[in-house]
């Protein structure tokens, strides 16, 4: 999902560090109203570089990364997956890819807009009770990288230099794996936590959802 660079100029690379400033500015003041989503984010970020850098290939147009969004998603919450994205994309660039930083706005809005609309619409709905399902589960990861598919074609459409249409298919067709894959690991890991939720330190890290 990263955009390499020289694809976009430098206007749109503003463009995008000034949209992806906003939406982090709109988020954080969440961090004051519940503490514990400060803890959350850190290990949001955490977990997000741990995922990022365990397995990562190129892939058409772009990269294909494991993300672990689902996973990160369902037992840390929106506003820590969302701000743990943009912390997690500003650790990997500064400790092991530092030409990422140039297109940390564009690569965070990648992850972070469909973040926002899989919440508003499938996430509310499914993220609870049914965070034990592997089909629910299924339909949120399908949604989400369809998402950073559409953003990744986006970015490559607004490119100084044309794209083949051939290239984003195959980065895109490269997600299906992972949103075939990650579902069942996403809830293995939220029925260990709910297993574990009289545990004061669980409930303090995690947003452990409802038995569905």
Known sequence: ????????SGAKIAAANLAAT???AAQAPQLLRKPQRLLRTLLAALFFSVFMQSFHTP???????????????????????LLGFGLGLLLQGGVFEPADLLHLGVNFLSLAVPLVALHATLGRRL????????GSVLKLDAAYYAGVAVMVGFWLAMGEVATPF????????????VALIEPVLTVALVRLLQSQAH??????????????
């Open 1 to 8: 999902m990263h955009i390499e660079p020289g694809i976009l």
């Open 199 to 212: 545990r004061p330190l669980v409930r303090l890290c995690f947003a452990v959802p409802a038995r569905g």
């Open 166 to 177: 051939a290239a984003w298919a195959a980065f895109a067709s490269a997600y299906l794996p």
């Open 127 to 134: 993220a609870s009770g049914a965070a034990t399902r592997v």
């Open 59 to 81: 892939a058409g147009a772009s990269e294909l990364h494991f993300i672990g969004a689902m996973p990160i998603y369902l037992t840390l919450g929106f506003v820590p997956t």
């Open 22 to 24: 906003a939406l982090v």
